[in-house]
């Protein structure tokens, strides 16, 4: 995983846990007056508690603060009157910014190397060479040739010989797994590439080179994006988490004057 993957999670986690040990030091500077009593028992706190508390919503929407993180990371946070929200928002906004970055590399080399296929090593046998998956395009990085798809023009298909081409290596593959030629030649009917899929790097070496690198851009592009959407995910957990705590571990004074800890509500 990439350093600044790790960075993001580390910075994230260190917020919830610096932020629990200042509610806790909260906490105990009120244990004299601290009553432990159940959810359904505590008065909801007036005005004048929501104000001293910072809240930003009306007491009753409070409740819904974990589930508005774990929509859009940073809400529940806003709702309580939790600076962290800043935190949360700032990772999601640049998440989603470095994503689509990675994305667009993706398309950007994929777009390279499917052009450099079709101008050089397909373009040899045919003119209107049809768009392949991500998979045909790892066999061509991975295999210099295809090789024909028949040797024979007409008639029963005639597999190609030669193990150093993608065909050839299929054939080979297929006889030695299967009890049979008939389904040898069923195996390879439906593994090896056809005519119009045909391509060959053999003259063109520089190029080839070229396109493999394109390839392996392409491949750290997705996987970047791969991870990207991971944080993001942390960023939305860890944010419904943090909203949670925040809210069972929130203190309310009630009209007597004392102070109660934990929600009103049972989760």
Known sequence: MRAWVVATLLAAVLGVAVSGVARGQRIDDGRAGVVSRRAA????????????HGLRVPVRALPYAPLVSAIVPGGGQFMLGDD????????????????????????????SFRDLARRVARSSFSSAVPDGDWTYYESMRDWKASGFYSASAAGPVVPETDQTTFNGYQWNLALHTNPDTASALAQYERLAY??????????????????????FK????????????????????????????????????????????GGRLRW
């Open 194 to 215: 056809k005519p119009e899929f045909r391509w060959d790097w053999t003259n063109a070496q520089l190029q080839y080179d070229i396109f493999k690198r394109t390839t």
């Open 41 to 52: 028992d505590v008065t909801p706190p007036d005005s004048s508690a929501v104000r001293e």
């Open 218 to 261: 392409r491949d750290d592009a997705h996987y970047a994006a791969i991870q990207d959407l991971i944080v993001l995910g942390a960023n939305h957990v860890l944010s419904m988490v943090d909203a949670f705590a925040t809210f069972r571990l929130s203190a309310h004074t009630d009209p007597t004057g004392r102070t109660s800890v």
């Open 84 to 111: 962290r929200f800043v935190a949360y928002a700032a990772v999601e906004l640049l998440g989603w910014l470095k994503y689509a970055k990675d994305t667009r590399e993706q398309a950007v080399q994929e777009a």
